[in-house]
């Protein structure tokens, strides 16, 4: 239905100056030649990266401590901050600036050192219990993680601290094309009306790719209920808005219905739990797992993952050895099938345990208005006020209930080609897919086959499936980053950091003197 | 039409339990007598008033006034209505427990006058029924009887039970018999009542009542339509009438306004829950071949139908768009001209061509990024941009202008639907008749106070109070503002924007 409304418009695309044509778009590489016949700028700079998120900024910040100068790089990114999109993020899927994020924090993305960390910064602060927490961890309390608010301001001083701002540049990508004779064309579509022309290319040596997650992908049956019905109030899912649901729930008692059983589904029970304690709601909750997780699992002795109650417990996405033990070595150094066969091993939807939490639902149950069901959801519909459900169980057959809502917590990612300037990437400058299905690169996360007298780094979610697990988290963002840094360094991009270089800059860095 | 029999079995015989008997709406005449026949929403009484519970010879009063003659005076019919006080405690008790409102007050009649003839020593003959869930309830005393000629049926107080103070009362529940049910309390009918007559309401002198078997479309042509019309709608009203009736108790509404103008008030209803006693079927005499007068019948019902569907819409205002939301596809298009009339916004489309906020990261539809897309701005249909989050948990979609009020519907522009109105019911009545427009403008909904006599107050999310809105000045609702006008307060949220 949303489609039709809008057909019109697509056909006549009025000729704009400095747009691209059908044999730029065509080519897979370009000369200089053809941009100036196409009348678009160009702009030249060494080092551009684009997605302009934190991968982006911590990739920057590398490289600025390693003495590269603003005006040799650009970030080329539609957001007004680098932590605007994992912000909202964050936000929505109820971690707002006052919690603690959920996901591994033993690197610090504004700071290349990780020395202070945030717990260290948080004891200095007087609160010396996150001290303690983390030197006892994980046996004696539960991993710490720092308040959302508490990255995000340290990001923005350090963003100042830097100069980001000069070199950040308002746009939308369109793609990345390899230059005859070397480098490579970013093609930036600016907002409308701040250029003359429609479109500006950025000449350079090396591109860096984060764009992060293609996108989330909402289930179809969830797209299939907001088309046919025009409903986006009663079926939502946990990473957009929905702070109506729960405002409703306040109004009048409700029962909602959970799928999921993941990071995002603990922190929405944890948020329903919370108003039906503190503002004495009387919220039911049913929570639909598809896999039902009841004791502990994995392939081996020592790679045993806790489970119970439905759900896989792990403190972080992967397990701790990702970011730093035999995990790490292993992967690192496996091809193909192996890797995959790694990856699934170890992947899979988990949820660190968290003792507030698990107290929580173990009441629910006690007192029954918590309840599990192990299913997949057949059919939605609205019935008046409220949507009925049905759920195909495995065991029991097809089961119905109303719900006032539903609060759909299953986190897929869209397929990277989902992502327009990816599968450009894909198309037209000889980029792979790795054994799980990315964007391919290597251990310097430079894009494999896409060497071009200069690179294409990447780093983020959109390469998961490579040489290094993490890579979704903090510490893989800053972890490529190191990476790419000393690939460019190896060019001559930038300065070694040298001990001499690393301990003046940690001193500027304590110093918050503007580099 | 004379002998609509079809109907007749449905709702007389069986008694079907799941609607309440039609019992106000099926007719009953009177015959000419000296008795007291008093009809009540659901209640239908014959009480003897001829002094006959005190003995037919007491009566013979004794003029012992010396030097007065004995005048050949009906003394009795005269003096013992006003002076019998059971009668008139009998007729109050009656009167009560119609008035309590319940929509069938057989049962509790039943109760009260038991209780009550517990305490009369001497009650006056009765013969009393009322509606009850699944039939009627009779109670008879003294020479009270009722009978059903048609099929040969008649009780007695004889065939009931002896109370301890000797009363002898018949006093059971009955299936509403399928022909006519003649009530007395004794008096001899020796006049059969006219075929026409008809009470309504009220007490009236008579010998015997004779409550129709069902409801009939006995529209007595050439009586003023007044009392008819309200009750015995026309047979093809029947069916919209039965389905939208129960869900709400408008009653006065319905009948009140009806446009023919008659007077109501005069018919004794005034004061009593006439929810309860409005049945909707149509109440065929059958035994009467009624006046044959279809035309005055069958023109005022779609008039009754047509309140009847206004009625829930004020009884519920808050609830009113509740709808909205689902039905919403099919109901705008059809609403507005197919298609183009529905109002356009530009926004960027994401990568499977859903339109969006050009503010939004992420399609609010599928969820995929949309700042990979270069953001072109199209114009296309715009999707709804939020809900309003109400204290009673009632949402409200906001996919056109609004107007809210304790009586939006009054405003011209949304008698030309321009705006949609939006009823806020307040106990406290803060709301103004009109008190404030929501706006929906390109991807903002805009909040603006038409000069409320109260105002209208606004607290983004986290604010530490409210801030009251200048009227006539619009403020942008941002996904969690709290709103407050009089006693209620909504929150706005919506899926677009920023956060």
């Known amino acids: 239905m949303s489609e039709s409304t809008i057909a019109p418009q697509h056909a006549q695309t009025p000729p704009q100056p400095g747009d691209l044509n059908d044999q730029l778009i065509a080519s897979d590489f370009w000369t200089d030649q053809m941009l100036a016949e196409a009348g678009i700028p160009v702009v030249d700079v060494p080092f551009v990266t684009f997605g302009g998120g934190i991968g982006s900024f911590v990739t920057v910040d590398y490289l600025r401590i390693c003495g590269v100068p603003t005006s040799a790089m650009r970030v080329l990114t539609p957001l007004k901050t680098p932590w605007e999109s994992y912000e909202y993020l964050t936000t929505v899927s109820q971690i707002p600036r006052g919690e603690r994020l959920r996901s591994d924090s033993s690197s610090c993305p504004d700071n290349i050192w990780g020395f202070p960390s945030y717990a260290i910064r948080e004891a200095l602060q007087g609160d010396l219990k996150q001290a303690w927490n983390v030197l006892v961890e994980p046996i004696f309390a539960n991993y710490y993680t720092p308040r959302a608010g508490h990255a995000f301001e340290s990001m923005e001083k350090e963003m100042y601290r830097i100069r980001y701002p000069e070199m950040v540049v308002n746009g939308q990508v369109r793609m990345v094309r390899r230059r005859v004779g070397g480098g490579y064309f970013t093609i930036l579509t600016p907002p409308e009306g701040a250029t003359p022309t429609r479109r500006i290319a950025y000449r350079s040596q090396w591109v860096h790719v984060a764009v992060g997650y293609p996108g989330l992908k909402f289930l179809p049956d969830l797209q299939r209920y907001r088309n046919e019905h025009n409903d986006y109030s009663k079926v939502v899912n946990a990473y957009e808005r929905h702070e109506h649901v729960y405002e409703r729930l306040h109004q009048r008692p409700g029962t909602v219905l959970i799928r999921g059983g993941g990071i995002v589904a603990s922190r929405v029970?944890?948020?329903?739990?919370?108003?039906?304690?503190?503002?004495?709601?009387?919220?039911?909750?049913?929570?639909?797992?598809?896999?039902?997780?009841?004791?502990?699992?994995?392939?081996?002795?020592?790679?045993?993952?806790?489970g119970a109650d439905g759900w896989a417990y792990q403190g972080f996405n992967y397990p701790k050895s990702v970011w730093g033990g035999q995990l790490k070595q292993q992967v690192r150094k496996s091809e193909g099938e192996e890797r995959a066969r790694l990856y699934k091993e170890m992947g899979g939807t988990n949820t660190p345990v968290r003792r507030d939490w698990k107290e929580q639902l173990q009441r629910g149950r006690r007192e029954g208005w918590y309840r599990v069901m192990i299913g997949s959801i057949e059919e939605m519909k609205p019935v008046g006020d409220l949507v009925e459900v049905t759920v195909n169980t495995p065991d029991q057959g097809p089961h119905t209930g109303t719900f006032d809502a539903v609060i759909d917590c299953t986190g897929l990612e869209a397929d990277i080609r989902e992502h327009r300037v990816l599968a450009d990437l894909l198309d037209h400058s000889n980029a792979?897919?790795?054994?799980?299905?990315?964007?391919?690169?290597?251990?310097?996360?430079?894009?494999?086959?896409?060497?071009?007298?200069?690179?294409?780094?990447?780093?983020?979610?959109?390469?998961?499936?490579?040489?290094?697990?993490?890579?979704?988290?903090?510490?893989?963002?800053?972890?490529a980053a190191q990476e790419i840094a000393d690939d460019l360094i190896a060019q001559g991009f930038a300065q070694k950091l040298g001990p001499g270089r690393s301990t003046s800059q940690w001193w500027k860095w304590v110093r918050n003197k503007q580099i | 039409m004379s002998s609509a029999t079809p109907p007749a079995p449905l709702t007389g015989t069986t008694g079907a339990p799941a609607t309440v008997p039609p019992f106000d709406q099926v007719a009953v005449r009177v015959a000419p007598g000296p008795d007291l026949v008093v009809r009540l929403p659901g209640v239908l009484l014959v009480v003897g008033v001829t002094n006959r519970p005190t003995g037919p010879a007491a009566p013979a009063a004794k003029p012992a006034l010396v030097g007065w003659g004995s005048a050949p005076v009906p003394a009795a019919p005269v003096a013992a209505p006003a002076g019998d006080a059971h009668v008139g405690e009998l007729v109050a008790l009656c009167r009560r427990v119609s008035a309590a409102g319940s929509r069938a007050p057989g049962r509790r009649l039943h109760e009260e006058l038991r209780s009550w003839l517990g305490t009369v020593t001497d009650p006056p003959s009765f013969a009393v029924t009322a509606a009850t869930e699944d039939g009627l309830t009779l109670v008879l005393v003294g020479g009270g009887t009722a009978e059903v000629p048609d099929l040969g049926l008649r009780l007695t107080p004889a065939q009931g039970e002896k109370l301890d103070n000797g009363t002898l009362v018949l006093d059971r529940f009955v299936t509403w018999p399928p022909a006519a049910l003649h009530l007395s309390a004794g008096s001899p009918a020796d006049t059969a009542p006219h075929p026409l007559a008809d009470l309504e309401a009220g007490a009236v002198p008579g010998a015997a009542a004779v409550l129709s078997p069902a409801p009939a479309p006995s529209a007595p042509g050439p009586t003023p339509a007044a009392t008819m019309q309200v009750r015995l709608p026309a047979p093809h009203a029947r069916v919209p009438l039965s389905t939208v009736k129960p869900p709400a108790p408008a009653a006065p509404a319905p009948v009140v306004p009806a446009p023919a103008g008659h007077d109501h008030a005069g018919h004794d209803h005034a004061g009593h829950d006439h929810a309860g006693h409005e049945h909707p079927a149509p109440a065929p005499v059958a035994a009467q071949p009624p006046a044959p007068a279809p035309?005055?019948?069958?023109?005022?019902?779609?008039?009754?139908?047509?309140?009847?569907?206004?009625?829930?819409?004020?009884?519920?205002?808050?609830?009113?768009?509740?709808?909205?939301?689902?039905?919403?596809?099919?109901?705008?298009?059809?609403a507005a001209e197919p298609e183009d009339d529905r109002p356009k916004v530009k926004g960027i489309l994401c990568k499977n061509g859903h339109l969006n906020d050009p503010r939004a990261g992420f399609c609010a539809l599928c969820g995929i990024r949309t700042t990979q897309q270069t953001a072109v701005l199209i114009e296309g249909?715009?999707?709804?941009?939020?809900?309003?989050?109400?204290?009673?948990?009632?949402?409200?979609?906001?996919?056109?202008?609004?107007?809210?009020?304790?009586e939006p519907e009054t405003d011209e522009r949304v008698a030309s639907g321009q705006l949609r109105p939006l009823l806020v019911l307040d106990q406290t009545g803060g709301v103004s008749r009109h008190h404030a427009e929501i706006r929906l403008e390109g991807w903002d909904v805009l909040l603006v106070d038409t000069g409320s006599a109260n105002g209208t107050l606004v607290a983004p999310r986290g604010a530490p109070g409210w801030s009251s809105l200048v009227p006539n000045q619009p403020v942008r609702l941002t996904p969690g503002m709290a709103v407050r006008m009089g006693g209620r307060q909504f929150a706005f949220e919506s899926p677009h924007g920023g956060f």
């Open chain 2, 295 to 334: 035309a005055p019948v069958e023109l005022p019902a779609p008039k009754r139908s047509a309140l009847l569907f206004g009625g829930p819409a004020e009884a519920e205002p808050a609830r009113e768009p509740l709808p909205t939301p689902g039905a919403e596809p099919s109901s705008a298009p059809a």
């Open chain 2, 381 to 406: 249909v715009r999707p709804p941009l939020g809900l309003l989050v109400f204290d009673d948990g009632a949402t409200v979609s906001l996919d056109m202008d609004y107007l809210l009020g304790r």
């Open chain 1, 432 to 479: 792979q897919r790795n054994p799980v299905g990315r964007l391919d690169v290597q251990r310097n996360f430079e894009v494999t086959g896409a060497q071009n007298g200069g690179k294409i780094y990447a780093s983020g979610s959109a390469t998961l499936g490579g040489p290094f697990p993490g890579v979704d988290t903090f510490f893989g963002l800053q972890i």
């Open chain 1, 269 to 306: 029970l944890q948020r329903l739990i919370d108003d039906r304690d503190q503002r004495g709601l009387q919220t039911q909750i049913v929570h639909l797992f598809r896999t039902y997780v009841d004791r502990p699992h994995g392939t081996g002795i020592l790679k045993r993952r806790k």
